[in-house]
């Protein structure tokens, strides 16, 4: 098999963690989390208190690191997971970016079992109603390295062979699969959710 060098994104909560790690081993591939990554290389730079204390990261720093293990990894597969992948994986080296999406509504329940609440959820909620990491990964990587794929209402593993169907060109890797604005506008409920 070719080696894939994925990138798994999406709002907090969504469901990367679970898929990447599941991906990665159906791949029997390098699985990198970039948080812990970043974290361990000491990388973490500060909290970004107006940003519900998401870390602030040395971005350069680790995208040197992340090309070192990437190019180290040889043959292997590389399953990148993280929601800020699309700054710091170089676009030459990435084959994929998979961008998890989850119906407001349910996501909101994903949140709230985490332990979200306040602004933290509101905030993480409107990136997911507006596409910012859809935004983000198309900016960074363009639409022939980017599938945008809906996990509402599925399973980690269904999800995983969604992903691993348009790894080996069975299905299309597509964007524009969901419109969250839309649908909660339709179900009345946008003012309840997209509230900053
Ligand atoms: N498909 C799924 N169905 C039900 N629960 C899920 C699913 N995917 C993830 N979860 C749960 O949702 C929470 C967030 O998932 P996680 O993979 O940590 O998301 P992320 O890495 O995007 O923050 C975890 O508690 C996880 O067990
Ligand atoms: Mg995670």
Do not use: Q
């Not at 730079?45 to 870390?55: M, P, T, V």
């Not at 994929?96 to 959820?121: C, I, Q, W, Y």
């Amino acid at each position: 098999m070719s080696k894939f060098v994925i990138l798994i994104t999406g709002t907090p909560c969504v469901g990367k963690t679970s898929v990447a790690l599941l991906l990665a081993a159906k791949l029997n591939a390098i699985y990198v989390n970039l948080t812990e990554f970043a974290t361990k290389n000491n990388l973490v730079i500060g909290a970004d208190e107006r940003r519900s204390g998401s870390l602030i990261v040395n971005e350069v720093r680790l995208r040197k690191v992340v090309s070192k293990l990437i190019n180290e990894a040889g043959d292997k597969s590389v399953v990148i997971d993280g929601h800020y992948a699309a700054s710091v994986v170089p676009k030459k080296h990435v084959t994929h970016t998979f961008v998890l999406r989850r119906d407001p509504v349910e996501l909101r329940g994903f949140m709230e079992k985490a332990g979200f609440s306040g602004n933290k959820l509101w905030e993480n909620l409107a990136s997911e109603i507006l596409d910012v990491c859809l935004v983000d990964a198309l900016n960074a990587y363009g639409r022939e390295k980017v599938c945008e794929i809906n996990a509402t209402g599925k399973s980690v593993e269904d999800t995983v062979e969604d992903i691993l169907a348009i790894l080996n060109g069975s299905k299309k890797c597509r964007v524009g699969v969901v419109d969250w604005l839309g649908k909660l506008e339709s179900e009345g409920r946008l003012n309840e959710y997209l509230r900053v």
